[in-house]
């Protein structure tokens, strides 16, 4: 069922080959397109996944993200177990039907939520208790950040879960070590998501026979296969990276994640622990690296070989009154742009920019009007996406260099280095 298939290389180059040269300095590149066969549609690679936290991509309907042309959108499994609960999502029909989507859904495992939400400043930084986070190779207990209350998530309860919520790619349950942490305690993160993965594999093993098994007494009423990704992880280490990368690619799943990164290291620094997991990551699976969804970091990673992203980013800056043009990040609420009758931006093709201008847009942020937060989302969206879709013209025409160079050509040098 869950079948990646290449249809252009950038380079004919294996990644191994490649990689031992600089991506930076050599006119060569990982760069590929391809096909993700799932249950409930095609995935064109490479692509940006929408965010719908909450089972909802923020002011956003379903009809509005086919619209901008959206393949898959990601759900988080934290939240949607805290309320309304995985057990309601399953009586409702999963998650497809229950949120009237019929493509693709990714849903994390909620691991990152787990340790990001609950941690508090000033706590030791290889400390095993962060603010009602009690990490244990069991598991993992943490308090509700909703209401306080105690809970505990195994590998196993992670995987039944995402089984409940029905997605078509399911992530394992891993540990995102903080920033801060030394090497020692990466390590032991690292080796604890490995050991967790194993158990992931096991119970999701068993869970899709069950399947199988009432299948075929139920006439197909039964829901559909799983995929489920294990996750790289290792800090800023290159030994750790490598060991994890090595570790997860002899299991040989359907796709592979690279997680941990993005979380305060630099972009170079992100870029470095890329190229040393791509080389050893197989190339006939997609590769999906994990909350990045900066156009840059887009590029970058599609440079060295990434398939498949997730970000916030586009939808919260939307809120905060930021848009995406290829000139840069702008900030809707700059006073020039009161009595300015021009788009966003001038020849975008979205919904946004061919019906309203910057003065009315500004007025509705200032104001605090939801119009203005989906209206400014729909470009954000609608400027991620349309890249990709470029980005997947230009290495199936061969030019993805060309086109990466041009881009960044007129990309603001303030903020090359930066998460925008």
Not at 81 to 87: D, H, I, Q, S
Not at 335 to 352: I, V
Request: charged share 30%; proline share 5%; aromatic share 8%.
């Amino acid at each position: 069922m869950f079948e990646f298939k290449i249809i252009k290389k950038a380079s004919e180059k294996s990644s191994k080959k490649v990689a031992k040269n600089n991506l930076s300095k050599a006119n060569i590149s990982l760069a590929r397109t391809g096909i993700f066969k799932t249950p409930h549609g095609i995935i064109h690679t490479p692509v940006f996944m929408p965010v719908g936290t909450k089972a909802n991509v923020k002011t956003l309907t379903p009809e509005e993200l086919k619209d901008l042309n959206a393949d898959i959108i990601l759900s988080n499994t934290y939240h949607l177990m805290l309320r309304p609960g995985e057990k309601t999502v399953k009586k409702m029909g999963g998650l497809h039907k229950w949120m009237n989507w019929n493509r693709p859904i990714l849903t994390d495992s909620g691991g990152f939520q787990v340790f990001s939400l609950e941690q508090e400043k000033g706590l030791a930084k290889d400390s095993q208790k962060k603010a009602g986070v009690k990490i244990t190779e069991e598991g993992v207990e943490f308090k509700s950040h909703i209401d306080g209350q105690k809970h505990f998530i195994t590998p196993e309860k992670a995987m039944q879960i995402q089984h409940d919520l029905g997605a078509d790619i399911i992530m394992t349950f891993d540990e995102c070590a903080d920033a801060n942490s030394s090497k020692k305690y990466f390590e032991e993160a690292m080796n604890r998501t490995h050991n967790w993965l194993e158990r992931c594999k096991k119970e999701h093993d068993k869970l899709e026979k069950k399947k199988t098994s009432q299948k075929k007494h139920t006439n197909n009423l039964t829901p559909p296969p799983q995929a489920l990704f294990g996750i790289v992880q290792g800090g800023v280490y290159p030994d750790l990276r490598k060991k994890s990368a090595e570790f997860i690619a002899n299991l040989d799943l359907p796709g592979n994640a690279i997680g941990g990164l993005s979380v305060g290291e630099d972009r170079n620094t992100m870029l470095k622990m890329l190229d040393e997991v791509t080389k050893i990551l197989p190339e006939n699976k997609p590769r999906y690296l994990m909350g990045v969804g900066t156009p840059i970091d887009l590029l970058e990673g599609v440079d060295r070989g990434i398939d498949m992203f997730d970000c916030v980013l586009p939808t919260r800056l939307a809120r905060h009154s930021a848009f995406w043009t290829h000139k840069g990040l702008i900030h809707i609420k700059n006073q020039k742009f009161k009595e300015d009758p021009s788009p966003l931006e001038k020849n975008c093709t979205c919904y946004t920019c061919k019906n309203f201008s910057k003065s009315y847009i500004q007025h509705l942020m200032k104001e605090n009007e939801i119009l203005g937060h989906r209206l400014m989302t729909i470009h954000n969206l609608h400027f991620l996406l349309n890249l990709m879709t470029q980005i997947r013209e230009a290495i199936n025409k061969g030019k993805f260099k060309e086109f990466k160079k041009k881009f960044l050509s007129k990309w603001p040098k303030t903020t090359k280095n930066s998460n925008i």
